[in-house]
């Protein structure tokens, strides 16, 4: 099972979240048949999300983060509830694009770098909390970084990645948000600046065999485990919930569909599931309608 360690470290004046997002990276990259590029930026950021959840008190609460660069992915969006189910898209699954300068899968050229990302806190109130930034880079990490320093004004290192094989699909996916708590002296911030540049790459760590608390003590000496939370991904996609859907459809366009006499396949953006509602669906969902006008 995957997991989140959330502790704390330099006598209490950051707080560390370290994600181990393997299993979730893969069951997303199956679900999407997503080639490495998609695959790694996809992955990236849906455990990006699942960092930014990890501190949800209530299980039905999420987190809903949106990336468009006008790059050749399209739109990506991961979306974490605070139960730890994550799901997400990517506008294509099919990129493989490679950087020869730097040996790795170019994430940034397949997001684009002319856009935004956005986080939407849903906490069940009656308006959820909505942020949006320019993209610095289109790699994820340095833009969430971005985001919670000028949105939510908490200064924080983010390293999220994926490293994925031709034959084993994905190697190792995870991410680590090291976040400054306020009025912390220079001293500190220098100490947590000297960690980020002596730090590998997330997957790197991971890829060796390394769990998350593995991973804390290799990073911060004094470092207190606070909690650990599992993350998986799931949709909560269901039959109901597309027949509500249709069910907002006009009654001309419902009698419609009927007299054509097709089966109508509705898929999930989110996971792919494919749903079927034949003319008898149909006609029950003219029915209620027709209960619910009287």
């Known amino acids: 099972m995957d997991e989140i360690l959330i502790a704390e470290a330099l006598n209490g004046q950051v707080r560390i979240h370290i994600a181990d997002t393997t299993a979730l990276v893969e069951e997303a990259m199956e679900a999407h048949a997503m080639a490495p590029t998609s695959c790694a930026a996809l992955g990236r950021l849906l455990t990006g999300a699942a960092l930014l959840a990890s501190d949800l008190k209530k299980d039905d609460e999420k987190i809903t983060v949106t990336v468009n660069g006008h790059g050749p992915a399209g739109t990506l969006i991961a979306q974490a509830k605070g139960n730890g189910d994550v799901r997400g898209l990517i506008g294509d699954p099919a990129l493989y694009m490679f950087n020869e300068a730097t040996g790795k899968l170019d994430v940034g050229r397949a997001v684009g770098r002319n856009g935004y990302l956005t986080v939407m806190r849903d906490m069940g109130l009656k308006d959820p909390f909505t942020g949006t930034v320019n993209l610095v880079s289109g790699e994820i990490g340095e833009d969430l970084a971005y985001y919670l320093a000028l949105s939510e004004q908490v200064n924080s290192v983010v390293s999220v990645g994926v490293l994925t094989d031709p034959e ?45 608390e593995d991973i804390l003590r290799a990073l911060f000496d004094d470092a207190v485990i606070l909690g650990r939370k599992d993350v ?42 494919k749903y079927y509602f034949t003319t008898e669906d149909l006609k029950e969902i003219l029915r209620r309608q027709g209960v619910e006008d009287r």
């Open 168 to 212: 084993k699909g994905v190697r190792a996916a995870g991410g680590l948000i090291i976040s400054l708590l306020p009025n912390v002296p220079e001293e500190t911030i220098e100490e947590v600046e000297k960690i980020a540049a002596g730090m590998e790459h997330i997957s790197a760590y991971l890829d060796r065999g390394m769990g998350t």
């Open 232 to 273: 998986r991904w799931h949709c909560d996609c269901s039959r109901e919930h597309f027949m509500d859907a249709l069910a907002t459809i006009s009654k001309e366009d419902l009698q419609e569909m009927i007299e054509a006499g097709n089966t109508e396949e509705i898929v999930c953006h989110f996971c792919n599931k």
